[in-house]
């Protein structure tokens, strides 16, 4: 590659220079990203091989760095959600609605029940829809395209739920401050009650697919393993780091939105490696499907938003022809709202692990500091570690199982 | 047991005196300040002794406050978890201009790249960090894009017109 | 097989006689070239996870003659950048344009590839047609699949009527020129 992606003097040189006199053997820089196509994003690792095997890495990120924490500073509460979304796309629900619970902490805002619900539905269907992507394309990486051309076509009936929630696919800037900012139609019901039905069945054959597939086994079996402590000190969270045994989910310690309600189980691994991330997953999204019957089950009637009309948008009908909605419209979207002082850290299990939001607010309109805490980030610099002394095709395979999303490592 | 504010207060306090300062209970957290020179042994501290055990650093954030006095424009915030007690803590540090702090990166591993993030973003120094370079922008950007006063757009742009947006230097 | 449902694109106009059939060779490339466009996915975000969308079962980007994802440049007819660019990608984007060859069209997919989107930072290329040239642009953020697959046949029109000649037009150089290429 040119010398615009590797600087003449990169460390790896004298390596390689040292390393040639002492025997025969050459080692070689190979330069994997920013736009390898099996890298799923934007990652560009500099590895130094000898032959097939990786001796070191090192990576660089920020390819697509979009400023996140800037734009934060100086948009109003309410806009924030958009960036919300634009960070972990693959399970973005789970954002917005840790975005509105954020605010709603800030604010103390009591949600009521019915909304509480309806989020932790929408947020295990996320979550359903982040372990399908990252599962199914760890079977594009080892060969098996079957696998993803099958249960691709569930995640489409996600949306198709998603849609009748808020209008939206992929970002769906969904909810509110205090709810959700319309009532869920029936037909959203039906379509997650079919969902419900289907969806199971063919997880249940992917999983066949899958879990006693001699081939899938070795590429996957040891594959890039960490240990618990190691895992730990690297800030390991979500299913990478229950891979590795430890049962940390958020939603247990610290339960947020009513998750207290809900009996399920948090499955762990043992080893950590590829194929235990890999079934870690695959249980995640029973256990997701177990919560999201539950919910329905239990679903109480009542109000689909908290009354807070300081901080509410009303309903666009009522903002044309009611004064007091346009008045409240007119205050909310000029940033006229009190916001208290304050410091307030929140964290949800997010599709891969914690994802964190600490918010300093100084009274103003918009927030004073944001600071996204990204799960991807921070667990994305043990994969340096784990691929040192693998083979290359493993480098890849692990790098899908960790599931590191662009947009959520970049921010 | 679980582990009590007040326990952490008395511990910390007679182990660093007024080195440690504000304790407060900001919302659901127990947050504290620690002066920049002892905030490498504070935290060593908290992450090893056996009673309060915070083995996992969940976040580090810097913070950029230009309208403060001069030893308090940057502060740096450490979110640490003790996962058996299920106990989060806050702590601060606050830094002067041309801040510097000693870095963490011996204590965790996943310091590195927060405190990478928070050179790139405030140019806060962190003194003896392995490989302490920009990690989200590019290497040639001078600035430090999130301190305050540099603005969020970028300043080349020529297709908008501020005058049309009802934009002044003032209110951007 | 006549009853077959599979629908054959139309030839072209031209004079039909016993055993002949005969046309401009303009019309003949373009329609050769039209529907058999090999994509190269340049996703960076969200949009990119639209794009799988588009070429998996559902939408099957694949009956437009896309079928075969090409990830090489050297193989590629179209580069669809679907996602944020920012400035340290925007000398990668370059570099991967240069190295398809000739004819080459650019669909920009989603409000970031065409302007920067919501995203008005010092860090976000504004609009990927500050470095390379592009031929389509679709809006969205992200766009449906449905919008992509008709950026997709807006590109097939252009590229069914372009002149087999263009890419050595003058005005063609002075494009790349005014982009430095």
Request: overall charge negative; aromatic content about 12%.
């Amino acid at each position: 590659m040119s010398d615009l992606l590797l600087p003449p003097e990169h460390r790896y040189a004298k390596i390689i220079e040292k390393m040639r006199n002492e025997d025969g053997s050459e080692l070689s820089i190979l330069n994997l990203g920013p736009t390898h196509p099996a890298t799923h994003g934007i990652f560009q690792n500099i590895l130094l091989m000898d032959g097939e095997k990786i001796l070191d890495a090192e990576p660089t990120i920020g390819y697509i760095h979009r400023a996140f924490e800037k734009i934060a500073e100086n948009r109003p509460f309410y806009q924030i959600n958009v960036l919300t979304d634009r960070m972990n796309y693959c399970s973005s629900p789970i954002n917005n609605m840790a975005w509105w619970m954020t605010v709603e902490k800030l604010l103390n805002i009591e949600v009521p029940k019915r909304a509480q619900y309806l989020r932790v539905i929408v947020m295990e269907l996320a979550r359903i829809a982040d372990h399908l992507i990252c599962n199914s394309i760890l079977g594009v990486d080892t060969g098996a395209y079957t696998g993803f051309l099958y249960v691709f076509q569930f995640r489409e009936k996600i949306y198709e739920i998603y849609e009748e929630i808020c209008g939206a696919r992929l970002t769906t800037n969904m909810g509110r401050i205090g709810g959700f900012e319309r009532a869920w139609s029936d037909e959203a019901f039906k379509k997650l009650n079919v969902f419900l039905e289907e969806f199971p069945i063919a997880w249940k054959e992917f999983e066949n697919l899958f879990e006693r597939n001699r081939i899938f086994i070795d590429r996957t079996v040891n594959v890039g393993p960490i240990s618990a402590e190691k895992a730990m000190q690297y800030g390991l969270t979500g299913p990478n780091l229950r891979a590795a045994g430890i049962d940390y989910d958020v939603r247990k310690a610290a339960p947020y939105s009513s998750y207290e309600d809900f009996d399920f189980d948090i499955p762990v691994g043992q080893s950590g490696d590829t194929y235990d991330r890999f079934c870690v997953r695959n249980a995640e999204v029973w256990q997701s499907l177990s919560i999201i019957r539950q919910a329905l089950a239990k679903l109480p009637e009542g109000p689909y938003h908290a009354d807070v009309p300081d901080y509410y948008l009303p309903p666009k009908e009522d903002v044309y022809h009611n004064m007091e909605s346009l008045i409240y419209h007119f205050k909310i979207v000029m940033g006229e709202v009190p916001v208290p002082v304050a410091e307030i850290y929140h964290a949800v299990e997010g599709g891969n692990g914690e994802l964190g939001f600490y918010l300093i607010t100084d009274g103003s309109r918009t927030p004073y500091r944001l600071k996204f805490r990204r799960p991807c980030y921070v667990y994305y610099q043990a994969y340096t570690e784990m691929i040192k002394g693998g083979m290359l095709s493993d480098a890849i395979v692990i790098l899908s199982s960790l599931n590191v999303i662009a947009g959520e490592l970049d921010a | 047991m679980a582990l009590e504010i007040e326990f952490i207060k008395e511990k910390m306090i007679s182990k660093y005196g007024n080195k440690v300062l504000n304790f407060e209970m900001s919302r659901d957290i127990f947050s504290f300040e620690a002066t920049p020179d002892e905030i490498h042994d504070v935290i060593r501290f908290l992450k090893e002794d056996e009673q309060l055990n915070f083995h996992f650093l969940t976040d580090l954030a810097g913070v950029h406050f230009p309208d403060n006095d001069e030893n308090h424009q940057f502060a740096i915030v450490y979110h640490l978890h003790n996962w058996v007690e299920n106990v989060r803590i806050r702590v601060k540090t606050y830094l002067p201009e041309s801040p510097e702090v000693p870095t963490i990166t011996d204590l965790f591993l996943c310091a590195n790249w927060m405190e990478r993030e928070a050179w790139d973003f405030y140019g806060i120094n962190f003194i003896g960090h392995p490989q302490l370079k920009r990690i989200l922008n590019m290497e040639e950007m001078v600035s430090h894009p999130m301190r305050k006063e540099f603005p969020m757009e970028d300043g080349g742009r020529t297709d908008k017109d501020d005058r049309f947006f009802g934009r002044t230097p003032a209110n951007c | 097989m006549s009853d077959s449902k599979t629908k054959m694109v139309a030839p072209p106009e031209g004079v039909v006689g016993e055993g002949f059939f005969a046309t401009k060779l303009n019309d003949v490339v373009g329609l050769a070239r039209a529907n058999s466009l090999w994509p190269l996915p340049f996703a960076t975000s969200c949009c990119g996870i639209e794009f799988m969308a588009t070429m998996a079962s559902h939408y099957d980007l694949a009956r437009f003659g896309s079928e075969r994802v090409s990830f090489s440049p050297r193989q590629a007819d179209m580069l669809l950048v679907m996602g944020t660019i920012s400035k340290k990608m925007a000398p990668i984007l370059r570099q991967v344009y240069e190295q398809m060859s000739e004819p080459r069209w650019v669909i920009a997919v989603g409000a970031c590839a065409t302007s920067g989107g919501v995203f008005d930072t010092y860090s976000v290329l504004q609009g990927i047609d500050k470095v390379i040239p592009v031929d389509v642009y679709v809006p969205g953020c992200p766009p449906r699949p449905e919008q992509i697959v008709q950026g997709v046949m807006q590109l097939q029109e252009l590229v069914k009527n372009e002149s087999v000649r263009r890419r050595n037009s003058p005005e063609y150089k002075e494009l790349l020129a005014s982009y430095n290429l």
